[in-house]
Every structure is written in structure tokens, then in C-alpha cells.
């Protein structure tokens, strides 16, 4: 069974400038999640899907980020602009459903300078 | 709300000896999960164990064996018999059993150094 797959692996930007992730979970799994994990820190959550569906995206900054899952398979996350701040590692996981166990994939190191 | 602590930033263990690693949580509710995750340094979160809050009886994985105190809020990780490979940041999780999303709420990691 392959896991979540995620690209690019390392991503180097300006301040101001835009970025974007992609994630493809594990197939047949309906919950998507979206993490940011900064160094030296537990990862939290920045939005949870079901199928195409927004659950949970409390804690995404939604003057900056977007995320969006429109066939309820795939998955990107975007940044626009970016600041020093988001500097950290995305990750993202799926799950076949939200009660069941996560599984996570390699993540995105995003450095902003 | 809830929280995870892990008071541990950092553990070593010599190679083939037991090392265990804290975790505390805080909860108004009674029925959720726990999770240990393992996350080498290639960033891949690997999930170790996971302890339903209603079984009374410690999980058990391999090497990997849980101490969960309910009424303490405590669920610590042994690792027994330690392999270089068990070298890696281990992250507590919860999880609620009941609340619409079941997020994940992690703490903010123990570094496992294991000595040759």
C-alpha cells in the first residue's frame, strides 16, 4: 500500500513570495490533514478535511494561507505571501476516517528568508 | 481545552537498556485516545503505539510498551532492549473520542538519543 505522498520536499523562498504544496494521501482514506510543524515543536493542525470538505481550519491564518482538496483526493496548500515565520516543516496525513489512526507523509521543509 | 506536556527535551539510552519517556496530559473529558509517534530524522511521523482511554490494560507493541495512569493524566513509553534505529524524536498525541473532529493535539517532543 503506498503512504502519503508529498512534493516538493525542500522548498527555499523570499519573504513576500508564494508557495504551494501537494499531498496525495493514502487511497480510499476520506480525511485529509494539513500540519505545520515549526523546529522544535509538536506538529498542529492547520486544517482538516472530509472528502472535499472543510472540518476543522481554526487555526489556519486565513489572510495568508489557503487549502483546498476538490475532488476529495489530492490536496494543496498554499501560502501567499509568505513571512520569516513560516518557516517550518508541512505535513500532511490522511486517515480513513476522522476516528481512525493517522497516517503521515514525509513533509515539505519550507525555509523563508 | 486540552493539552499534552513532555517535560523531556532530550533522553539518551545506551544501546540494549530501557529507557522511558513522559507524557502528561490534561482532559475534562473520559473517553479518548493516546498515541505515541516516532519521527526519525528524516521526518516521516511513524506511529509506535496507541492506548484507548476506556481499556484499563497497557498496550504493548514489541519492544514498546505503555504506562498509562488514567487518573495520574499520565501515559509514559518504555522502550525496551534499545536499537540504534529507536534513535529519533518521539511526539505524545491525544485525541478525543467523542468531539466532531477528533483532532490530534501533540506535545512538543522528546529527543531519543541512543549510545552505541
Known amino acids: 500500500e503506498a503512504g502519503v505522498a508529498q512534493s516538493p520536499r525542500y522548498k527555499i523562498i523570499e519573504k513576500r513570495q508564494s508557495v504551494a504544496f501537494w499531498c496525495n494521501p493514502i487511497s480510499g482514506h476520506a480525511t485529509l490533514y494539513w500540519y505545520q510543524q515549526i523546529l522544535g515543536q509538536g506538529p498542529k493542525l492547520l486544517i482538516q478535511?472530509?472528502?472535499?470538505?472543510?472540518?476543522?481550519d481554526s487555526q489556519l491564518p486565513k489572510d495568508r494561507f489557503s487549502a483546498e482538496r476538490l475532488k476529495g483526493v489530492d490536496s494543496t496548500l498554499k501560502i501567499q505571501p509568505a513571512k520569516l515565520e513560516d518557516s517550518a516543516v508541512y505535513l500532511c496525513?490522511?486517515?480513513?476516517?476522522?476516528?481512525?489512526?493517522?497516517?503521515f507523509g514525509p513533509g515539505t521543509r519550507l525555509t523563508v528568508l | 481545552a486540552q493539552t499534552v506536556t513532555q517535560s523531556q527535551p532530550e533522553m539518551s539510552v545506551q544501546e540494549a537498556e530501557t529507557v522511558t519517556l513522559s507524557c502528561t496530559y490534561d482532559?475534562?473529558?473520559?473517553?479518548?485516545?493516546l498515541f505515541w509517534y516516532k519521527q526519525p530524522p528524516s521526518r516521516q511521523m511513524i506511529l509506535v503505539i496507541r492506548q484507548e482511554a476506556y481499556k484499563q490494560q497497557n498496550a504493548t507493541e514489541n519492544r514498546f510498551s505503555v504506562n498509562f495512569q488514567k487518573a495520574a493524566k499520565s501515559f509514559s513509553l518504555k522502550i525496551s532492549d534499545s536499537q540504534l534505529g529507536d534513535a529519533a524524536m518521539y511526539f505524545c498525541a491525544y485525541r478525543s473520542a467523542s468531539s466532531g473532529t477528533y483532532k490530534y493535539i501533540f506535545g512538543t517532543g522528546t529527543r531519543l538519543k541512543v549510545l552505541a
Open positions: 496525513a490522511s486517515s480513513f476516517s476522522p476516528r481512525d489512526t493517522q497516517y
Open positions: 478535511f472530509q472528502n472535499n470538505g472543510v472540518v476543522d
Open positions: 482532559t475534562s473529558e473520559s473517553d479518548y485516545y
